[in-house]
């Protein structure tokens, strides 16, 4: 059987060698130098065209009430009644609790008596005095003629045309007279010193009334701003004493409302500079204040736009960070406090803003953003630039590029540095063709 087997072999092998020697002729021919023709790779790029572009700022902060305030008790006494319905709207001066009164009516209507009183006293000194001041009268009119008399007698006594006596006697009469007139005149004195008395005591009075009229004021808690009330802390019957600690409720008003925002001081000077050198910021309205925009937690845009009210005037040394305050209003109630927002801030327009896709975009192993760029003579050029911020899918990109220079974005692992490449416009599909090297990262890092 083994030469059976040995004759079957030999013509096979004789096929096999037949095979190898025809099969490399029908193939394509090798070039003169041997080596087989390659495709020049193709790439996608985009032509750079500078254009204005607005630059905004997105800071996060949450919503505060434009008025807040917490109602408090101003005298003690058991809560009679509530008369708001908690989560409702409320007006300025709205009753909101009724607080037992009748002690403070009592002390009212005492304060009321007292008042009456000081008044019958004022009037009482008021008699006196009148009264006092005509007896002053009286005095004066009868000391006039004992005066006459005295003086013409001390004349003719000399001469002994009357009697010493009688010139003596009219002296006296003179004196008593004076003597009366200063005791009429110090108890004019006195009942005008007890009229100011009676006035102080009325004065006193109507103090004393007016703080019970308040005090029995207070016993209705009224609303001290207009807004939607909360939650009441305490029910019928409850003890509250004055100025507690504790708010019976609390007021918001958020027609309009705040957010506070901040951003880093370097940031705050960077703002500074553009504002001095450009005269201002972009975005600004008729009054000159920057609007600001803002994006609510579910990631859609408020449709009111805002001002920046004022930026702190100091730094917190703790984060380094100022604070900004933006108004928004809000007529429909659909921000709320505590709400977690984001702001976007017009910070200007720079009119030849240059915009690379992120794509596009790179990390040399130095961690410098650069860009493939394909040059004069259609060979690709590795460029290394300098970018500020995202806009969108976008790089803001402030040195590296010019007007004119084509970037590649797609079909950049075909093409390495010095390599010559096919330009055609992004977003065509390249060729087919064998990759001229190492794949190259296109992930713009952060």
């Keep these: 059987m083994l030469p ?63 008025l807040i305030a917490e109602v408090r008790p101003q005298v003690g006494g058991i809560i009679q009644e509530r008369l708001f319905t908690e989560g409702s709207d409320v007006k300025v001066g709205q009753i909101l609790y009724q607080i037992v009164p009748a002690s403070y009516q009592a002390a009212y209507a005492s304060a009321k008596a007292a008042l009456a009183r000081a008044k019958a006293a004022h009037a009482g000194a008021e008699a006196a005095h009148a009264s ?21 007698f001390k004349e003719l006594a000399p001469i002994n045309a009357v009697s010493t006596q009688d010139a003596d006697d009219a002296t006296a009469a003179m004196q ?37 009229r308040i005090n029995l004021a207070y016993t209705q808690v ?25 708010p019976l409720a609390t007021i918001q008003d958020f027609d309009s409302v705040y957010v506070d925002v901040t951003q880093s001081s370097a940031e705050m000077l960077r703002l500074n500079r553009i504002d001095l050198a450009s005269g201002g910021m972009g975005g600004k309205n008729a009054a000159g204040q ?3 925009k803002l994006v609510l ?6 449709p009111i736009p805002g001002i920046l009210k004022f930026s702190d005037v100091t730094v917190d040394p703790s984060t380094g960070s100022v604070t900004l305050r933006t108004v928004f209003s809000n007529p429909q109630h659909l921000l709320l406090p505590g709400m977690f927002v984001r702001t976007i801030l017009e910070e200007g327009v720079r009119e030849q803003a240059i915009l690379v896709p992120q794509r596009g975009v790179s990390r040399n192993p130095a961690g410098n953003a650069m860009v493939m760029v394909v040059g004069s003579e259609e060979k690709v050029e590795p460029r290394v630039i300098k970018v500020e911020r995202t806009i969108g899918e976008n790089w803001l990109v402030s040195e590296g590029l010019k007007a004119g220079d084509r970037i590649i974005l797609e079909g950049i692992q075909r093409a390495r540095p010095g390599t010559p490449v096919k330009v055609v416009p992004f977003g065509s599909k390249p060729e087919a063709a064998p990759p001229a090297g190492p794949p190259q990262s296109a992930t713009a890092k952060k």
Excluded: H
Aim: with cysteine.
């Design 297 to 302: 937690e579910d990631g859609t845009a408020y």
């Design 132 to 152: 006092v001041k005509a007896a002053l009268a009286r005095a004066e009119s009868n000391a006039v003629p004992l005066r006459l008399k005295a003086g013409r």
């Design 176 to 212: 008593q007279a004076e003597a009366g007139i200063e005791g009429a005149g110090a108890a004019v004195k006195g009942a005008e010193a007890g009229i100011k008395s009676a006035e102080a005591e009325i004065e006193a009075a109507e103090a004393a009334l007016e703080t019970a």
């Design 290 to 292: 920057a609007r600001v």
């Design 4 to 66: 059976k087997f040995k004759s079957l072999l030999i013509p096979m092998l004789g096929i096999v060698l037949v095979w190898f020697l025809v099969l490399p002729g029908c193939g394509p021919k090798p070039s003169a130098g041997g080596k087989p023709p390659q495709q020049t790779p193709e790439v996608g790029v985009v032509v750079i065209t500078p254009g204005p572009v607005t630059l905004t700022r997105e800071l996060s902060g949450r919503t505060s009430p434009f």
């Design 222 to 246: 009224v609303a001290p701003i207009s807004g939607r009330i909360g939650k009441s802390t305490v029910t019928t019957g409850a003890l509250v004493t004055a100025s507690q600690a504790a």
